[in-house]
């Protein structure tokens, strides 16, 4: 069966059943299987956060960085590679283990944990933050409350990076994934965060679009 077809299948029996996450665990235990192929499973970190280290010229010197929903890690991967001291997240165990075990020797710190009741600790602990993908998998309820739970991860002096599709308001779409709206991306400024930058990254005529939001916490 197609990826994402077999994907919103299992996002739609996981939804009907009020629970609305518990589809990721199904489908990265069955490609653990080799029964399922993970959609987003590319193998390379995502163009949107590769393109925005490269143009800014980051560098992690030993910085701390947390990647929310990191699913089988090519983007904490990739921020390890960097120089971050990277912690990585998802709700799924089956994406933790598989995540550890092809990445065998990193130095990432996988942990399953979940966006909604994270560990104390984490709280404004991050220089750099990145969440790609992760709040567009989630439809709403509980989209909206996960959204400004994002943020708090990020140290003062620290960054916010969002990644995510994008749709105008007007424009419905059946997910997954729910892209977001602007409205939703300024809705990441909580707290003290501060909007840096928004990109509205388009083909001329496209429906979606891509999403880079760099936010950032003002040092206390
Ligand atoms: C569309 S995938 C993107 C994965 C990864 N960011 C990537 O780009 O490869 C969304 C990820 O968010 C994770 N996720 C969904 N809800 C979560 C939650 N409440 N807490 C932690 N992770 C969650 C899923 O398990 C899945 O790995």
Redesign the pocket.
């Known amino acids: 069966m197609d990826p994402d077809v077999y994907a919103r299948a299992l996002a739609g029996e996981a939804i009907a059943d009020g629970e609305p996450?518990a589809w990721?665990?199904r489908l990265?235990s069955a490609a653990a299987d080799g029964v399922a192929v993970v959609?987003?499973?590319?193998g390379v970190p995502?163009t949107l956060l590769a393109g925005w280290a490269q143009r800014g010229g980051v560098r992690g010197d030993g910085r701390r960085a947390l990647?929310?929903?990191?699913?089988?890690?090519?983007?904490a991967e990739f921020l390890s590679g960097l120089g971050f001291a990277v912690t990585a997240?998802?709700?799924?165990a089956s994406?933790i283990r598989s995540a550890r075990a092809r990445h065998a020797g990193t130095r990432v710190d996988y942990r399953q944990?979940?966006?909604?009741d994270p560990p104390g600790e984490w709280h404004a602990a991050f220089d750099l933050v990145v969440?790609?993908?992760?709040v567009?998998?989630?439809p709403d309820p509980p989209r909206a409350s996960?959204i400004p739970l994002v943020g708090r991860f990020v140290a003062p002096g620290g960054t916010l990076l969002v990644i995510a599709t994008g749709r105008d308001p007007e424009t419905d779409f059946a997910g997954?994934?729910w892209p977001l709206t602007r409205a939703e991306i300024d809705a990441f400024a909580v707290d003290d965060l501060v909007v840096d930058r928004v990109e509205d990254i388009r083909e001329p005529g496209a429906t979606l679009f891509g999403w880079r939001a760099e936010l950032h916490r003002p040092r206390g």
Not at 67 to 75: C, E, P, S
Not at 113 to 116: P, S, V
Not at 131 to 134: D, F, P, V
């Open positions: 996450t990721f665990e990265y959609p987003w499973d590319k995502h990647v929310v929903g990191a699913g089988l890690g090519r983007d997240f998802d709700i799924s994406a944990a979940d966006l909604f969440e790609s993908m992760t567009q998998s989630l996960a997954p994934p």
